[in-house]
């Protein structure tokens, strides 16, 4: 049985990566169809994402100089030698702000898709399986939200809950409860159709049983593309909360907020300060959405494109 | 053969599920702004009013009464379409409702420069990618929807001034009008709409100039979306069975495509404007902030930095209903252009 849990000491290297686990199901598909369009784009998603979680880790070995250090004597100085990418405003250097900027924005995605999901994906799952009356309303709850523009929503608990990276977290989960939600819930209503849980449930296993051991781990399966797609808007989002003021309190390095800084030096012709942060936010999207768009393609082909 | 749904019967019952969807929206915002942790009062007095002050804003308000009770009045407020006053530093005493209405006009501009600017060039590149399938042309349209989708709409904004407005001078950076050139007398409050009443081309162009780099970014963002929509479309309707007949009487490919297979790949399209209004009021609410438009978008920012309670709810509950009167109707329109979607 594909869903069935192994034993710790069952769990090898090589048991993560048979064709039909968890981790195996997309590994192969990107080492057999590496050459194809999707192959490419999934293994470049994944080499910026892995790069910008090395950024992340190691920005205090590799940023050559303190973020938040305040330098007078060098306010928007242009790229130079000493300086890659210029210095800001207070003469802090840009190139240093930018590394540690990589941890705000993936500190904040994970928390919110992370909870988001926590919350969705037993939601989903509960509301596809039962059906009925309890169905009908989640769906109208959370088609209702869905149809709301996130960004207003999560602005508006994001004034609720204050500034700080964890908040801003919560906020937009807002925004991504619904849309797992619905991918969960309409993925579980496809699998309870299954011979095999129809043959579970003749044996007589419980409802709980059903869902949780059977259904979870299939539904899961299609859970990653949705992951990536919605973690490089909820960077997007996060980014979008900053520059406007509602998320994160100055000085902390952050490319939303940099750029909001930014915006203000922008007619006296210094470039540097709003390029460089924006260059980060979209090759951590862009990775994260060619990771998601690839494995969709190598995956799902018959599978209609859920776009966030 | 069953008998097919009327229109009217169908746009009835989609009104009819707009209703619980408003008030689902309604309660959400409701629940945000007063069940959640946070005092809207002590936030308006910044925790420094006297306690006495503080009771008698609360009772004016009404927020001494238990939730459900507000829960009633506030939806009676808002059926009544009493929004209430301005509890902010900017307007305060000023009518919610009015104030709001005031600045709506800024907002439907741009989201409609917005709107053409997607779908121009949205359905152009969708066309041409799917045209051309797995041609190099088709690979470049791809990815071409894939990032400019991903582009955070305020840095395409801020490049797009720095390029045209601080580097070339071409167009100016920011606002709606040019300070130093009279407006044209109010009608709609579109700028370019007013221009055009008045009869003076001049201030036409002084109004676009302003409409074109904002209008550029929230399109450019969201033809992201109609590019692969589109392009996905197309190769759908080009591999059905209605082309391969016309192929088989012997028509040529080019005539095909355009004759007979555009026109059904771009019925979609109906739906997707219809999905992308959430998006695209999100993504005006930044535009509006880069290029200093005076929108409701900048309110309810100018609202929520001021702790303006009733102005923030205000703004919120108009944006919900526009979204779902927009979506009614799109789902109408569909309704109307494609029959099997009344089922």
Request: net charge positive; no cysteine.
């Amino acid at each position: 049985m594909v869903g069935a849990t192994k034993r710790a000491d069952e769990i090898t290297w090589q048991s993560l990566l048979e064709p039909r686990s968890f981790l195996g199901r997309f590994l192969h598909p990107m080492i057999q169809k590496r050459r194809t369009l999707a192959g490419i784009l999934s293994w470049v998603g994944l080499g910026l994402l892995v790069s910008f979680i090395l950024i992340a880790l190691l920005a205090p070995l590799i940023a050559p100089y303190d973020p938040i250090q305040i330098n007078v004597n060098e306010v928007n100085k242009p790229p130079s030698a000493a300086h890659w990418m210029g210095t800001d405003y207070l003469g802090r250097d840009l190139f240093s702000r930018v590394l540690w900027g990589a941890r705000t924005s993936l500190l904040i995605m994970v928390v919110g898709v992370v909870i988001a999901l926590a919350i969705g994906f037993p939601l989903g799952l509960f509301s596809g399986y039962r059906g009925g009356r309890i169905d009908r309303v989640l769906v109208l709850i959370m088609d209702s939200v869905y149809a709301f523009p996130g960004l207003l929503l999560a602005a508006l608990v994001a004034v609720i809950l204050g500034k700080g990276v964890f908040n801003i977290g919560l906020a937009i989960t807002v925004i991504y409860v619904p849309l797992y939600y619905r991918v969960t819930r309409n993925q579980t209503l496809a699998i309870k159709e299954e011979l095999y849980i129809e043959a579970a449930r003749a044996l007589g296993a419980k409802p709980r049983t059903i869902m949780w051991s059977y259904i979870a781990y299939n539904v899961l399966v299609s859970i990653p593309v949705i992951f990536s797609l919605s973690a490089a808007d909820a960077i997007l989002t996060a980014a979008g909360l900053s520059f406007l003021g509602l998320g994160l309190e100055r000085p902390l390095p952050d490319w939303g907020l940099d750029l909001s800084d930014a915006q203000q030096f922008l007619d006296n012709g210094i470039w540097w300060t709003s390029v460089f942060p924006g260059f980060m936010i979209i090759l951590l999207t862009v990775g994260l959405s060619f990771l998601g768009e690839g494995l969709n393609d190598l995956v799902n082909p018959l599978l209609q494109k859920e776009r966030v | 053969m069953p008998k097919r749904p009327s229109l009217l019967a169908y746009a009835i019952s989609r009104l009819l599920l707009a209703f619980p969807m408003l008030l689902i929206l309604l309660t959400v915002v409701f629940a945000v702004l007063r069940i959640l942790p946070g005092d809207p009062i002590a936030a308006l007095y910044g925790g420094r009013a006297p306690a006495d002050v503080v009771a008698a804003a609360r009772e004016r308000l009404g927020l001494n009464k238990p939730v459900w009770e507000q829960y009633v009045i506030y939806l009676r407020q808002i059926f009544t379409g009493d929004f209430g006053t301005s509890l902010g530093e900017i307007y305060r005493g000023n009518s919610v409702w009015a104030t709001v209405m005031l600045k709506l006009p800024a907002t439907v501009e741009l989201a409609a420069g917005g709107m053409i600017v997607a779908s121009v060039v949205g359905i152009g590149m969708g066309v041409l990618g799917g045209v051309n399938r797995d041609r190099p042309i088709d690979v470049a349209v791809r990815l071409y929807g894939t990032i400019v989708w991903v582009i955070p709409i305020f840095w395409l904004g801020l490049m797009l001034q720095l390029i045209f407005a601080v580097a070339l001078g071409w167009l100016p950076p920011s606002l709606r009008y040019s300070s130093n050139v009279d407006r044209p007398p109010t009608v709609t409050g579109l700028l370019t709409l007013d221009g055009l009443l008045e009869g003076n081309l001049g201030h036409v162009w002084v109004a676009l100039q302003h409409l074109i780099l904002p209008s550029l970014t929230l399109g450019l963002v969201l033809s992201g979306f109609f590019t692969k929509t589109v392009r996905a479309n197309l190769l759908r309707t080009v591999s059905s069975d209605f082309v391969e007949a016309a192929r088989a009487r012997g028509l040529r490919w080019r005539t095909v495509v355009y004759r007979y297979a555009f026109k059904n790949a771009l019925i979609p399209v109906v739906t997707i404007l219809g999905l992308q209004f959430a998006i695209l009021f999100a993504g005006a609410v930044l535009t509006e902030r880069t290029f200093s438009w005076d929108g409701m978008g900048t309110l309810l920012l100018d609202s929520i930095e001021s702790k303006d309670y009733t102005m923030i709810q205000g703004t919120v509950v108009i944006y919900a209903f526009i979204i779902i009167v927009i979506s009614v109707i799109v789902d109408i329109i569909n309704g109307l252009i494609d029959p099997r979607v009344r089922y």
